[in-house]
C-alpha cells in the first residue's frame, strides 16, 4: 500500500484545474522552473535579501577591526539594513502624505528623524 503525501495547493494550482487542459497545466508548470525540494534552511541567503551580499561584505571588510565574515553575518547585517531602510521610509512617508505627496523628499527624513527618539542619532547627517 503506498503512503500518501499531503501537498499544499496554491490557487494557481487550482486555476490551472479549472480552466486549463492537463497538458496546459503541465507547459506551465514547466515554465515557471526547477522546484525546490529539501528543507527551508537549505534555500541560499542572496534569495532570502534584497541587497548585495558581495557589497555589504566588502563594506564590512573596510573596517580594519574586521578581518573575516562569515556569511551568516553578512546576511544578518543585510537584512538588519533593509529592516532599517523600510522602518525610516515608512515613517518619512507619513511626512511626505500629510504634504499630500507620494513621493519622499529629504525634508520628510529630516521630520522623521527630529519627531522619532530611534533615530535620534542621524540627527545632523543629512546636512
Do not use: W
Request: net charge negative; glycine share 4%; charged share 30%.
Amino acid at each position: 500500500m503506498a503512503a500518501a503525501v499531503a501537498t499544499p495547493v496554491t490557487s494557481t494550482e487550482l486555476d490551472h484545474d479549472r480552466c486549463g487542459s492537463e497538458e496546459e497545466s503541465r507547459g506551465a508548470e514547466e515554465e515557471s522552473g526547477p522546484q525546490q525540494t529539501g528543507p527551508p534552511a537549505a534555500v541560499s541567503h542572496s534569495r532570502l535579501s534584497k541587497l548585495p551580499l558581495s557589497r555589504i561584505k566588502a563594506i564590512m571588510k573596510t573596517d580594519p577591526d574586521v578581518s573575516l565574515a562569515s556569511q551568516e553575518s553578512v546576511f544578518i547585517i543585510a537584512k538588519a539594513t533593509e529592516l532599517f531602510v523600510e522602518m525610516i521610509a515608512k515613517d518619512a512617508l507619513v511626512y511626505a502624505q500629510q504634504g499630500k505627496r507620494k513621493t519622499l523628499q529629504r525634508k520628510d527624513l529630516d521630520n522623521a528623524i527630529e519627531a522619532i527618539d530611534e533615530f535620534a542619532f542621524l540627527e545632523g547627517t543629512l546636512d
